[in-house]
């Protein structure tokens, strides 16, 4: 506790900080309404990581980059490439909807995107945005949306790579090709290759069931790739592709550790077209597919999970305001060993959504104003309407009081109904509702941000101490998150801070900590940048955690330091000294997380 309250004196000294006479750095965002939109005029909590952003962290997976953001917490079974969870503002991995470039990417059996399997180097730019998003949506969207945006070329062609090696025989090659050709730069191209492998640690702890002494590795290829066209001034083209895949070993009581692996494959293939019919008008067509699958060496398990998305958006300008309105339909299959074939099949293996949404946002004065309303139609399951009212306030050329309501819901996944094994085919949907009080500061570099948030999901699904999923009464979640960042000469500071109570209140009247939440959780980074060299230093704390058993976990706090040296405009050497202190902690119950470790490497990127 002492150490979790250390964390936040720099950030609330980073959040005194301001320049009242530099201009403000506008930051367009995507997600938090479907469409383009200064962050500053969004009325959400939002989120984004940049590409530079990305190198800087050094983290080694998806999962250890989003941990850093506030409201945001993590699960892993060990190291890269081990199951992963990510929990947004206490709701759980399964109550945040993933897309890749516009696209829904879900194992439709969990509901959970395994972002364990996605590779850092085909990732551009992350936007996340926090709080009940089902109006936008739809299922899933309870505690927010994680929006992954692949490489996008740009400037003269271009090369580029890095390559680095570290602890435990851990290599990492990426490379790539990308840039504007034709008349006037109108054609935009991408290509990126990359190879990541390590030999691993002992991941499980004595007393874990599934303890196993040995290494855990990884490997893990992916190719991301991109091409776009500008038709006319007002029509562009494009398509996207992501692909990783890879083999990962884990421990199993039930095989040897030479038989304890898997191997998976995720894929994002999508196409636009985006235009402007008259000029008040901007419409787009996005057509995409997303598949999961992964195979288990040890025993007859391979699921293959797919997601195909049609959807069809329009903003039309109004004389006061503008208006979204868009229809969208998604497919998703499910089949493989253990799924539609074997001696145990699930009960079905598809399930179709038809959905509409309409919005409208407007200013008036200081005031802004949005509304969103969603109906989706899940075919055999449920029908499901929801909606948000979002108002904020500019107080000045810098400050925003902003304030929203909001209803959303997921309905249960195959795993859940349909599973032969521990399923609950009278499960209810989950149903919750949230509202959310801030006030920011944004101005160049800096930003001081308060955000007080609340939600009750009624029929929360939860699983019972039979590991079968049942509908709790309720389950609630109250918290302050404090993020703050500022430069100040060769220094900056980024900094946050949540403090949460996820609850589930049961039919008998009892209370208990929602599993794997924690009440406390943080970050603090500081940079130092003198001429060509920066130095990073960054701090992650969490305090104590039961997981579904009720077994606690102990709360932990672990340093990483980052180094990076620009030998020209062109050239890099980069170094990251991960869990600097060597600590022993866990995310998942008697999963050790990874030891300290170094990774050395060179980088050349054409500026």
Sequence with gaps: MHSFRLALAPLVAAAAFSCAHAQSLNQVVVTAARGEQDIARSLADVTTIDAAGIARAGASSLPELLRTLGGIEILQNGGVGSTSGVFVRGTKTSQTVVLVDGVRLENATSGTANLEFIALSSIERIEVVRGPMSSLYGSGAMGGVIQIFTRQGSGAPKPWFSLGAGSRSSTQLRAGYSGAAGDAGRTRFSIALSSDRTDGYDATLPGNFSRQDDRDGNSQRGVNASLRRTLASDWLVGAQ???????????????????????????????????????????????????????????????????????????????????????????????????????FVYATDSRHTDSAFAGYEVGVGRHLLRAQLRHDD????????????????????????????????????????????????????????????????????????????????????????????????????????????????????????????????????????????????????????????????????????????????????????????????????????????????????????????VFIGVRYQPK
């Design 378 to 597: 899940i075919r055999g399951v449920a029908s499901e309407p929801s909606a948000t009212l979002a108002w904020g306030y500019q107080l000045s050329q810098y400050w925003l009081l902003r304030a929203s309501v909001a209803n959303a819901f997921r309905v249960p996944t195959f795993d859940d109904l349909y599973n032969p094994f521990g399923s609950n085919p009278n499960l209810r949907p989950e149903r919750s509702r949230g509202a959310e009080f801030a006030l920011e500061y944004r101005e160049r570099a800096t930003l001081a941000k308060a955000t007080l948030f609340a939600s009750r999901i009624r029929d929360a699904i939860e699983l019972d101490e039979n590991f079968v999923p049942q509908n709790l009464q309720r389950a609630r979640v109250r918290g302050l998150t404090l993020e703050a960042r500022h430069g100040f000469g060769d220094w900056q500071m980024r900094a946050s801070a949540t403090l949460q109570d996820p609850r589930a209140e049961r039919d008998d009247g009892t209370e208990a900590q929602l599993a794997l939440r924690a009440r406390r959780h943080g970050s603090v980074a500081l940079d130092w940048a003198p001429g060509r060299l920066r130095i990073g230093l960054e701090w992650i704390a969490q305090s104590g955690r039961i997981d579904a058993s009720d077994r606690r976990m102990g709360g932990y706090g672990m340093l990483n330091l980052n180094a990076v040296y620009a030998f020209d405009e062109q050239w890099e050497l980069f170094a990251r000294l991960g869990n600097l202190g060597d600590k022993l902690y866990e995310t998942g119950y008697r999963y050790a997380m990874p030891p300290r470790s």
């Design 241 to 343: 592709l992501l692909s990783s895949s890879g083999r990962a070993r884990y421990d199993d009581p039930f095989s040897t550790p030479d038989e304890a692996s898997y191997r998976y494959r995720t894929n994002a293939l999508s196409g636009f077209v985006r235009g402007r019919p008259v000029p008040r008008w901007q419409t787009e067509l996005r057509v995409g597919e997303t598949s999961i699958d992964y195979s288990f060496d040890a025993y007859g398990f391979a699921p293959r999970t797919s997601s195909q998305t049609t959807t069809w958006e329009n903003w039309v300008e109004l004389p006061a305001g503008r208006v979204l309105l868009g229809v969208e339909q998604l497919r998703q299959r499910i089949a493989g060993d253990g799924i539609t074939s074997g001696p």
